[in-house]
């Protein structure tokens, strides 16, 4: 599986972005996926996460204002991010195919893609 994101830029506090993360097999919905993000000089962190089953989880700094959705017919992975701060600047990636044998938990992870939020 690769995964190829898309959809990064800048934007001003308060604006929103999407991004997307087209993996290249069939996610097929057996996949937990995720997004993770990582700043400069600071630890990647996860953004949250949806399993096969379309449930969600967002580490608290996001809930309210991040969603994950996956549409699994396109083999994307999604992320709606809403009321973007400065804080929220970071490099994103999206992961698939939880296991703990792996950093950061997943196996698989794309190249990331920028987000720039200017205050």
């Known amino acids: 599986v690769q995964l190829v994101e898309t959809g990064g830029g800048s934007v001003q506090a308060g604006g929103s972005l999407r991004l997307s993360c087209a993996a290249s097999?069939?996610?097929?919905?057996?996949?937990?996926m995720a997004w993770f993000r990582q700043a400069p000089e600071k630890e990647r962190e996860g953004v949250g996460e949806?399993?096969?089953?379309?449930?969600?989880v967002y580490t608290d700094s996001v809930k309210g204002r991040f969603a994950i959705s996956r549409d699994n017919t396109k083999n994307t992975l999604y992320l709606e991010m809403s009321s973007l701060n400065p804080e929220d600047s970071a490099t994103y990636y999206c992961?698939?195919?939880?296991?703990?044998?792996?950093?950061?938990?997943?196996?698989?992870w794309g190249q990331g893609t920028q987000v720039t939020v200017s205050s």
């Open positions: 992961a698939a195919w939880k296991d703990s044998n792996y950093r950061w938990g997943f196996k698989y």
């Open positions: 949806i399993d096969h089953n379309g449930r969600t």
């Open positions: 097999g069939s996610i097929g919905g057996l996949y937990s």
